[in-house]
C-alpha cells in the first residue's frame, strides 16, 4: 500500500487559534481524506511548538512552569480542530518524550559529522520569530513581521554550517523540480540559497526551556531546530525504523512566512543527519483580514470555533477550500463565506438531496430506483471525477470542488428537464431519480473530503450502509454503483439557507 505522510507546521503553543491556522489544518485534512479514499496508507500529523522564550515569557506571566502553561493551551488548538472535524492521526507536542530523543539523535548526527561547531554570537533577535537578523532585515531596527524592535544578544553558541550545504541544496533542488511548489515559491527559495547561506546558530544558554544538547547539556537547542524535528519524531525517526522507513519522507504544507526554514534549513539538517529531505513542500499564501495578515496585535485574528456556530464545520471548511485557492493570498470575507455556503451548500447539494428524496417519496413510495446504465450523467460524471482526481493530487482543492460540483449542477439541470415531479410513476420516472440517487452517491464520497458530515448524512439518506468516508476510489466514482432497491429518507434540509 502507498505510504502518504501529510503534515501541516506545529503552531505555537501560546498563541490563539485563528482562521488562518485552520486554513493550513483543512487543507491537509482534505488531502488526507482524498488520500484515504483513494488506498494510501495516510499518516496526516499536526501538533504544537511548546518551547522556546516566547513559552516560557508567556508562562512566567501567568505565575506558571511552562509545561503547566503549555498544558493549559495547547486545549484550545485540540478543541479548534476537534469543533472543524480535523482528522489526524497524531498530535505531536515538542515537549514529549519521543520528540526529545528525536532531536537529540539528530542533532548527534549532524554533530558527528562535523557540522556543529561552538562560536560566539552577537545580534539582533525577534523573540516572536524567534530567529535573528542582520539590520538590512530590519525596518529601523524592528522586525518585518512583528512591527516591535529585535533584541540585542550576545551568546556563545553552537552553529549548524548551512554554509557547507550550499552545493547539496541546489543539486537536490536540480534533481527534484517539484520539492518545492508553486514555482514561484521554489525561485525564491532558490534565489535565497544562490545569495550565499550563512551558517546559523542551533543553540541557546540564555534560557533553559528547551531540550538539552546531548553534549553540552549547558545549552538548549534552538526552537526552529526543535520546531522542524517533529516531523520526523512522528514519523518512527529514533522510536521505530521500520515504520520511519515506511513513512518517511513527508508532505509539507506550510504559510509562506516559514519558507526558509522548511525549504533551506530543514533539507540541510536532514542530509546533514543522513535523512532524506522530504519529499514536497507545498508553500500557500495568507489569509488576509481586512487586507492585513492577522496578529494579535492587530486585533483582526478569528476563532474557527466563532465561525463553526454560523456555519457548521463543512460550511468553514468548504468555504476555505473553494474559495481561498492553495497558493495566493486571499482576503476572508464573512459575506463570501455566506454566498459560497448558500450557493454550493444549501442550494445546490442540500437541494438536490431533499428535492430527490422528496419525489421518491411521492412517485416511487419512498424506495430509490437503481440507476440506467447508459444514463446520460454518466459521462460527465466520469470526466469530472477524472478532473477531481488530478486537481486533488497538485493540491488544488478549489478546482476539485469546482469539477465536484459540476456533477450536482449537471443532475438538477437533468431534473429540470425531466420534472419527475409532474410526471406519472413509471419506468422514465424511476429511471431519472436512479441516476439522480447515483449522482448523489458519487457526489457524495468525492465532497466528503471537503464536507464529511452533510456527505455521511445523504450517504445515509439514500439508504447506503456504513461510512461514506471506507469508500476506495476509483471504483466508488464508477457510474452504476447504487443499488437501488433501497429506502430513501426525506428529511429536515442538509443546510438550512443562511440570510
Ligand atoms: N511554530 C512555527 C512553525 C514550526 S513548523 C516546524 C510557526 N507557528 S505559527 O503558529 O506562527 O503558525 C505558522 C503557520 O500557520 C503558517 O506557516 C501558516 O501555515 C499558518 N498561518 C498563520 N497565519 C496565517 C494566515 N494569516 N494565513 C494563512 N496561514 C497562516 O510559525
Redesign the pocket.
Known sequence: MASYYVT?????VN?AP????A??TITADAIARWKRLCGDDVMFLTG??EHGLKVQRAASEHDCAPIEWADRTVVRFQEAWQQLDIANDDFIRTTELRHHRSVQQLLQACYDNGDITLQTYEGLYCVSCEAYYTDDELDDGNCRIHRRPAEHVTEENYFFSLSRYEKPLLDWYEAHPDFVVPATKRNEALGFIRGGLQDFSISRTSLDWGIPLPWDRKHVTY??FD??T??ITAAGYASDDTQFDHRWPGVH??????LR??CVY?PAMLMSGGVLPPRRVHV??????GGE??AKSALNQIAPGDLVDDFGSDGVRHHFLHDQPFGP?GDFSYEAMVARYNADLANNLGNLMSRVATVVARKCNGIGPAPRPDSPLASAVTQCYGEAAEAWERLAPSDALDATWRIIRETNSMLEAAEPWKAEPGPEVDAVLGDALEALRIVAVLASVATPRGCQEVWRRIGMEGSVADQRLPEAANWGGYPGGQPVETGKPLYPRLR
Do not use: E, Q, R
Request: net charge negative; glycine share 8%; no cysteine.
Open positions: 501541516t507546521p506545529i503552531y505555537y498563541d485563528h482562521i488562518g491556522h486554513y493550513t504544537t511548538d526552537v526552529w520546531a522542524l517533529n516531523y504544507l506550510i504559510g509562506k512566512d516559514i526554514f522548511h530543514w500557500h499564501g495568507f489569509l488576509l483580514v495578515k492577522m493570498d
